[in-house]
């Protein structure tokens, strides 16, 4: 008898605090979605460069900052983009994508998989660097040492500058990882993503330590964060005359 009663005490906790989680706000078009439309007759990459959740008195909002790099005429442009709100969905998706490209094309091929920035136009693309031989052990075979080459950007490639502030190098190996994940549809965290080793990504120890801003941030709402995994008891719906945003042009990249 009171194991029955537990049981239902347990059962009214978890609907009450599942009654409290408020929907989200949601928009009509994402912003990536529209700065795509606008960089329709360019080459471009979004790269996702913060994110944060805002609390309303009745909703959840989830909101991307970005920046969009283009190439024109030999030069390498970054556009700053502001916050904007985006879908809880498009949230979560992205969770694990800080400081990766999020949407990109070049060549006139348009990719929404998320990539290490530069990996999918400069990274192996002789017009910015070629791939040199790293000083290793002498008795290792010759295969073992193609694995060793690592990626050196040309002083006259545009991208060379935006290298230069990441200080990132980049392996043969680890490229030719990225082209096996991209080729299946996946997006690359590093080839020691499986084993929870990430080399790019939110999860890095390279974002962690570059961006504690945001961490701190995510430390300080951690409630917020749990809304992703939690489901709203009521449908945002409700809200969509005051809730849903259809995101303006703002001219990005005119």
Not at 173 to 199: H, L, V
Not at 237 to 242: E, F, L, P, T, V
């Amino acid at each position: 008898m009171k194991k029955g009663i537990y049981l239902l005490l347990a059962s009214l906790v978890l609907i009450g605090c599942s009654s409290n989680v408020k929907p989200a706000k949601t928009i009509s078009i994402e912003p990536s979605e529209e700065i795509s439309r606008d960089y329709k007759f360019k080459d471009f990459s979004i790269v996702l460069d913060d994110m944060k959740i805002e609390e309303e008195p009745n909703l959840m909002v989830y909101q991307h900052k970005y920046k969009v790099l283009t190439l024109l005429k030999d030069s390498l442009h970054v556009k700053k983009i502001p916050w904007k709100t985006v879908n809880k969905k498009y949230f979560k998706d992205h969770e694990n994508d800080l400081g990766m490209e999020i949407v990109s094309k070049h060549n006139g091929k348009l990719s929404k998989v998320a990539q290490p920035v530069g990996f999918g136009w400069a990274i192996g693309n002789k017009k910015h660097g070629e791939w040199e031989a790293v000083q290793g052990d002498s008795t290792k075979t010759a295969s073992n040492k193609s694995s060793e080459r690592r990626w050196r950007t040309h002083s006259t490639s545009p991208f060379l500058w935006y290298w230069l502030l990441s200080r990132r190098s980049t392996s043969r190996n680890d490229y030719n990882g990225y082209q096996r994940s991209y080729s299946s549809g996946k997006s690359y965290y590093g080839s020691n993503a499986s084993s929870g080793n990430y080399n790019y990504g939110t999860r890095s120890n390279y974002e962690k330590s570059t961006r504690s801003s945001f961490f701190s941030r995510k430390t300080q709402n951690s409630g917020r964060w749990n809304s992703l995994s939690n489901k709203s008891s009521r449908s945002s719906s409700r809200y969509s005359s005051g809730s849903s945003t259809r995101s303006r042009s703002g001219g990005y990249g005119k």
